[in-house]
């Protein structure tokens, strides 16, 4: 895991959820975490199903936020998951040992133990104060995400008030990847915000 990390924000985009992922793949991201926390159950199943569509085209891994069920109906790729959803132990009993699941951590006890659990990858949020998502917390910062990696041997995402200004201080922090959704789907040209952000990683 390596790069630009895509979610999904259809408050947010300008394009809408579909074209995004769509460009998302064909800009050769790593993931694609669809995030969809209010519409109702048959809406998020249909719209799941044909980004893993679009996921497949560009080979892209394919998460769904929170949701195990919705994954396991459109064998997704794996689920993200945070502190107050589904226990990790039981996300994992239903998908299996084969799927992906991430955690999303705040601090360096939180981020040793979802490792210790068994997770995939970390989600480190918000390293920054952000407006996208209401109830992110107040921000950790990038000397945390750099504990966490002295920490933690699994990839880390660093999110939350991330934009170009500021990537490069969570990548010298030791994170693998890097989402910034209003610095991405909120702007006119989504494939062109996406690739300067792979760009700080050589991609």
Do not use: W
């Amino acid at each position: 895991m390596k790069g630009y990390y895509f979610i999904t924000d259809e408050d947010l985009s300008a394009a809408g959820i579909l074209s995004d992922a769509e460009t998302a793949a064909a800009a050769g991201v790593d993931v694609i975490q669809y995030r969809n926390k209010t519409a109702e159950t048959r809406r998020i199943y249909d719209e799941a199903r044909l980004i893993k569509k679009i996921c497949g085209s560009g080979r892209c891994r394919f998460i769904i936020n929170d949701r195990v069920d919705i994954a396991l109906a459109v064998d997704a790729d794996g689920v993200h998951i945070g502190q107050e959803d589904m226990p990790f132990e039981v996300a994992r009993r239903l998908l299996g040992k084969e799927k992906i699941i991430g955690v999303t951590v705040h601090t360096v006890e939180e981020a040793v133990e979802a490792e210790g659990s068994g997770a995939d990858y970390l989600g480190v949020s918000p390293i920054f104060s952000t407006g996208t998502k209401s109830d992110a917390g107040a921000p950790c910062g990038v000397d945390t995400l750099a504990a966490i990696r002295r920490a933690c041997g699994i990839p880390l995402v660093a999110i939350g008030g991330i934009d170009l200004s500021n990537a490069d201080e969570c990548i010298r922090a030791g994170a693998d990847m890097v989402c910034a959704i209003s610095a991405v789907v909120a702007r006119p040209d989504v494939a062109a915000e996406i690739k300067n952000f792979q760009r700080k990683f050589g991609l």
